[in-house]
């Protein structure tokens, strides 16, 4: 059975830091590119970051960029994501999501299994 599951959500203060991570189970981890997308309140799915299947390639929103660190270890089969400088507005539900052609890394519909999600809250 495929399972993606996320921990490492919680509440934390402008300008903290979470590292969330993406145990998956069930396939082989390392033929798959993974994403992280979010979904804040009221609002539609965010793609926040991919990395490829081997880690050499990742990619990024511009509105993480230079916050956010997305990495993997395939010997774990387990993705991560660190999140630095948190502002209020990164607050949300994570996913992370597997797909296969990183020529996809943003399209949402080419993911073709997602976890449940952990959720971020940045506030004071």
């Known amino acids: 059975e495929v399972q993606l599951v996320e921990s490492g959500g919680g509440l934390v203060q402008p300008g903290g830091s979470l590292r969330l991570s993406c145990a998956a189970s069930?396939?082989?981890?390392?033929?798959?590119?993974m994403a992280w997308v979010r979904r804040a309140p009221r609002k539609g799915l965010e793609w926040v970051s991919s990395?490829?299947?081997?880690?050499?390639?990742?990619d990024y929103a511009d509105s993480v960029k230079g916050r956010f660190t997305i990495s993997r270890d395939n010997a774990k089969n387990t993705l991560y994501l660190q999140m630095n400088s948190l502002k209020p507005e990164d607050t949300a539900v994570y996913f992370c999501?597997?797909?296969?052609?990183?020529?996809?890394?943003?399209?949402?519909?080419?993911?073709?299994?997602w976890g449940q999600g952990t959720q971020v809250t940045v506030s004071s």
């Open positions: 069930g396939f082989t981890f390392s033929r798959y590119a």
């Open positions: 999501a597997r797909f296969l052609d990183y020529r996809d890394y943003t399209s949402f519909h080419k993911y073709d299994f």
């Open positions: 990395i490829n299947n081997g880690g050499g390639s990742t």
